[in-house]
């Protein structure tokens, strides 16, 4: 596993546990080698960015059990890849993000101000 550092360079804060998210489904958004997705953003996902990443082949609403994913809805939070992130932002349909669970590797593919234009606060 990767060092579990944020983007802000401080100790990295769980993203979700109900949904329970993460490559190590920990509810953070850790990642090693063989996540090659980087699931590394932790975004509070929207309708429009859903729809969006659906348009584009990647359906994150419909459940599939089979690989322990519930289905996002409007409001869940869950460690998206960093590339399907900065697309939708490139795109104009990024949703929030939170900085303190976004893990550091995010940075290897999303620049921290794209990130910052869109940063919520951490819920306690």
């Known amino acids: 596993m990767e060092p579990s550092f944020n983007v802000l360079g401080t100790p990295l804060r769980p993203c979700s ?3 329970m998210t993460g490559w190590f489904r920990d509810g ?27 348009a584009k082949g990647n359906d994150l609403v419909t459940p599939a059990p089979q690989h322990g994913f519930p289905g996002l809805k409007d409001g ?19 949703c929030p993000v939170v900085l303190e669970s976004t893990h550091a590797k995010a940075l290897e ?7 910052l234009t869109h940063a919520i606060a951490a819920e306690a």
């Open 28 to 54: 953070c958004c850790n990642t090693d080698a063989r996540d090659v997705g980087s699931h590394t953003v932790c975004a509070r996902v929207t309708q429009d960015f859903l729809a969006f990443l659906r």
């Open 17 to 19: 546990l109900a949904p």
């Open 76 to 94: 869940d939070q869950w460690c998206v890849c960093a590339a399907s992130w900065r697309e939708a932002f490139e795109a104009g349909k990024a």
């Open 109 to 115: 593919v999303v620049a921290l101000d794209a990130l």
